[in-house]
């Protein structure tokens, strides 16, 4: 007789080879994604240094716009200055597509909080005098100016906090990394990107929240 069909063993033979076939391609789908992912988020952060580069030539200076509450400004965070300013004109370009936090990403979410951006900068940098003054910050190429904080960023990052913080909650599990990469730009305004695990060595994250102290690391790796 003429046999239709498939036996229970044979289709539970397809099932089991569809799953193991599954098994191994989606982690690399997975991978393929953050992948792309940490590329629109270099992306941004390449506009971001354009657009801090173009600021201090238009205004002569080595440093972000003053902010609230070191000065007496409108703006409560340098990402909202850049904004108001036109030199960052999309606000989701402040967005790692890995930041899932629910939040009213605009200008006007930004309203009252230092939380609606993916990115912390160095505030020792953005406003302190010694910008290009001491001998470390003379190295600006191993020196961090803004880093991706996603899933925990408040945008500001100050100077002796934000490292520490961010170790904190990278080892929580509550600031994410790009397949344990992290996209920065450096205080030349050249981007690349650290692992977290070289960043978290070189970090200070026990009680006093050292950070990395004036943020330049003594190398990348």
């Known amino acids: ?105 605009s200008r006007q979410g930004a309203v009252g909080t230092w939380q609606v951006c993916s990115y912390s900068m160095n505030a020792k940098l953005a406003s302190g005098s010694d910008w290009m003054g001491s001998t470390a910050q003379n190295d600006t190429v191993n020196t961090i100016y803004i880093f991706c904080d996603c899933g925990r960023g408040n945008g500001y990052g100050g100077y002796n906090d934000a490292a520490g913080y961010w170790a904190n909650a990278v080892n929580a599990g509550t600031a994410k990394t790009h397949d344990g990469r992290v996209p920065v730009i450096f205080a030349d305004l050249h981007v690349d990107t650290l692992s977290a695990k070289y960043m978290l060595s070189q970090c200070d994250y026990g009680a006093n929240f050292r950070g990395w102290g004036i943020w330049t690391l003594p190398g990348n790796d």
């Open 1 to 105: 007789m003429k046999r239709n069909g498939f036996t229970l063993i044979e289709l539970l033979v397809v099932i089991a080879i569809i799953a193991i076939l599954a098994a191994m391609l989606l982690p690399v789908l997975a991978r393929a994604r953050e992948k792309a992912r940490m590329a629109s988020c270099i992306s941004n952060c390449k506009q971001i240094s354009l657009a801090i580069k173009m600021y201090s030539e238009d205004y002569g200076v080595v440093r972000m716009p003053a902010v609230t509450p070191r000065a007496n400004s409108p703006w409560s965070a340098w990402y909202v200055a850049l904004y108001d300013l036109r030199y960052i004109t999309n606000w989701g370009v402040y967005k790692c597509p890995s930041d899932t936090r629910k939040l009213n990403w």
